[in-house]
């Protein structure tokens, strides 16, 4: 039996998370709904989850003994990683000492390092990949670019969100990619993952949650997949939409793929799974031990959305069931330049159109390419809410 308190009273449950970003808001957002204390750890001041946490703290979040001295100033009943670019050693060091992290220490550090990730993905889930090799310096670029062919696209070890993703086109561009490779790296990479260059039809994320039920096992499930697309050439998130549009065929390989990799993963909560649809191949590509950016269409389309699964699973609450309530799309607002205490116009205009929702996160300074808030949209079908959803998204600046 799982007993809730009171926040900020003795008894009460407390939840840490080490960063403060938007997902990690609406994880805050949905732990005060359920009366949990809530504490956000982050390497700069008045970030999203911040504003509505009870405590913050800011460090350097690659310093492991500042992050242990904080888990064990607030010794809470969990800590979420809601970054990447975190002092994984540390995580590791406090679970020993009976701090739960979740999903847990080994999973967050895997999914941070591309490398152990392929290795457990390939290797031991054996589930299908494209091709790839690993290297540490130019000359075995060159190598595995020309047994895998040109153009084939470089990774850095420690990476997320397409930081230090570079595409090879010849032998010529190698040592340059390398080096942008690793200078965008998350954390300090040594190493580098090489792959095939595909032509993309779609993406899935099949979001594959984890938690304890009555009887002591953990119990594994999943949501019906999205779907997002980017333009070419670009390695972050875009816009999603919910349910994903591929065939059942499809959603059957996706699903059986995220359960295999999160399983070897283990731990508890949600993890975000993506799958790469090229041709008749469907591939795992990553996975992310946290709510997943292109979930957050889940706000609009399901009865329970993907922050609200992690926190219940870092509780030991169970999630039997998730439901489509209403086709929905999302789309991100990005900045362009550098700017503090940022406004946004015509957000009524966006408001305007039935079904649609905006979240701005409030981030402190923009700067190229930031994403500062994401704009949702239901519709009858999957086709009319990415409509309004890119209508929506068109109307909206960042000044």
Not at 91 to 111: D, F, Q, S, T, Y
Not at 249 to 255: L, P, Q
Not at 272 to 282: A, C, D, K
Not at 373 to 379: E, H, M, N, S
Request: hydrophobic share 40%; aromatic share 6%.
């Amino acid at each position: 039996m799982t007993e809730l308190g009171t926040p900020l009273f003795e008894g009460s449950k407390k939840l840490l998370w080490l960063g403060g970003g938007e997902l990690g808001k609406e994880m805050v957002i949905e732990a005060q709904r359920m009366g949990v204390e809530t504490v956000v750890v982050d390497r700069y001041d008045l970030a999203p989850a911040m504003h509505v946490a009870h405590r913050k703290y800011v460090i350097d979040m690659r310093d492991g003994k500042a992050i242990e001295a904080i888990i064990r100033r607030e010794r809470p009943d969990a800590v979420i990683a809601e970054i990447e670019a975190i002092n994984t050693e540390a995580l590791m060091k406090v679970e020993e000492e009976g701090i739960r992290v979740i999903p847990n220490a080994r999973a967050v550090k895997i999914c941070m390092n591309r490398i152990e990730l392929r290795r457990l993905a390939a290797e031991k889930a054996k589930v299908p990949t494209s091709a790839y090799s690993f290297a540490t310096t130019p000359e075995e670029v060159k190598k595995a670019c020309k047994d895998i062919g040109y153009p084939c696209i470089i990774k850095p070890e420690m990476s997320s969100s397409g930081h230090g993703h570079e595409v090879i086109y010849s032998e010529t561009e190698v040592e340059e990619k390398y080096k942008e490779a690793l200078a965008h790296a998350r954390g300090i990479s040594r190493a580098v993952i090489v792959e095939e260059y595909l032509k993309v039809d779609t993406e899935l994320t099949v979001l594959t949650y984890r938690y304890p039920s009555d009887d002591g096992r953990i119990v594994t499930k999943t949501i019906y997949p999205i779907e997002h697309q980017r333009p070419e050439g670009v390695f972050h998130y875009v816009e999603s939409w919910h349910p994903a549009t591929v065939g059942q065929d499809i959603i059957s390989s996706a699903t059986d793929h995220a359960i295999k990799v999160v399983n070897e993963l283990g731990g508890v909560g949600i993890f975000g799974v993506e799958i790469i649809v090229s041709g008749n191949r469907v591939l795992f590509s990553e996975v992310s031990p946290r709510p997943h950016d292109t979930g957050l269409v889940t706000l609009a389309s399901t009865d329970i959305n993907e922050f609200q699964i992690h926190v219940r699973s870092a509780l030991g609450l169970p999630t039997p069931e998730v439901k489509i309530v209403s086709p929905a799309a999302a789309h991100v607002i990005l900045a362009s330049g550098e700017k503090w205490g940022p406004k946004y116009i015509n957000v009524d205009k966006a408001l305007s159109i039935p079904g649609v929702q905006v979240r701005l996160f409030g981030k402190p300074v923009t700067y190229d390419g930031r994403r500062m808030g994401v704009v949702l949209a239901t519709g009858n079908t999957v086709q009319e809410a990415i409509e309004k959803v890119r209508k929506a998204y068109s109307l909206i600046s960042v000044l």
